[in-house]
């Protein structure tokens, strides 16, 4: 895993969203070591992170501020020898 890679997200609507989960299933070391939240609406303007953080194992939970979003882009600031796996990616209002 490199910095600047990204997963995006699309939700299906735009509704209020409040925490994302990442769960890298049986690819324990496989977890985001940095990331970056965003959000939006229509998936071109994403304004500033949400939330950033670090990963400290197989299931990242990221909660920030609730705001209606349609999409949700996870940007990777960390880096590891391992890969950047999500088996299982779960957004919550």
């Given at each position: 895993m490199a910095p600047g890679q990204s997963v995006t997200v699309d939700t299906g609507a735009v509704r209020p969203l409040a925490r994302i989960t990442m769960d890298s299933g049986g690819s324990a070391n496989d977890y985001a070591r940095g990331y970056q939240v965003f959000l939006s609406t229509d998936g071109a303007s994403w304004g500033s992170?949400?939330?950033?953080?670090?990963?400290?194992?197989?299931?990242?939970?990221v909660d920030f501020p609730a705001r209606s979003a349609r999409y949700v882009k996870v940007v990777q600031t960390g880096t590891s020898t391992s890969w950047w796996s999500i088996t299982e990616f779960n957004a919550y209002s």
């Open positions: 992170a949400v939330a950033t953080g670090s990963g400290t194992g197989a299931l990242v939970t």
